[in-house]
């Protein structure tokens, strides 16, 4: 690591759980700010590790979903994912996700990089695998997921990179990560 990521110096003084829901926690915390001589209160919302799946297939089309996304009031294309259980392997969980919402098994798994999309106030951590060699399995749909698959050319998501027609920050650096480093 290079000198530009260092250690937090702040001294936690108060931390309170303000809500707790079924995929994350909110806590409110006040530290003391050494440096500066100060107090500083910030809100959490912890939320845990995510697989991102980047799933390839032999004729380079990417298994995609559709998916609503209330927060924004958009149905948006984006790559499977989901929350990796607390226990579960991290590439355990990527498997598990992408069978859950496509319907495919990936039998070829790699992490190609992980990253915290919202790292002003939350912990969340995009753990982002590229899948390959997949097999058609069935869905395992949760409650309350409503996913429409789609297969996307490769060649059609760099043109979608370009007209900003890939909205999500995960699925965004998912591919531009495979279009600069795997796929060479």
Not at 28 to 38: A, S, V
Not at 51 to 63: F, G, S
Not at 88 to 95: F, L, P, R, V, Y
Not at 151 to 166: A, F, G, Q, Y
């Amino acid at each position: 690591m290079s000198n530009y990521f260092k250690e937090l110096d702040y001294k936690l003084l108060d931390k309170k759980k303000v809500y707790k829901g079924t995929r994350i926690v909110v806590e409110e915390l006040t530290y003391y700010n050494k440096r500066d001589n100060k107090k500083v209160h910030r809100e959490h919302v912890l939320a845990g590790d995510a697989a991102i799946i980047l799933a390839i297939d032999e004729n380079d089309e990417v298994l995609m979903v559709q998916e609503p996304r209330t927060p924004i009031g958009k149905i948006i294309l984006s790559l499977p994912a989901g929350m990796i259980e607390p226990g579960e392997k991290s590439e355990d969980g990527a498997i598990r996700e992408l069978e859950e919402e496509t319907g495919y098994r990936a039998q070829t798994i790699k992490l190609m990089r992980y990253e915290y999309p919202s790292i002003g106030y939350s912990n969340e951590r995009s753990l982002i695998f590229l899948a390959r060699d997949l097999i058609k399995t069935h869905r395992h749909l949760d409650d309350t997921e409503d996913i429409k698959v789609v297969k996307v050319k490769l060649s059609d998501l760099k043109r979608m990179l370009d007209t900003n027609e890939i909205l999500d920050a995960s699925t965004t650096i998912a591919l531009l990560h495979y279009f600069m480093y795997e796929n060479k």
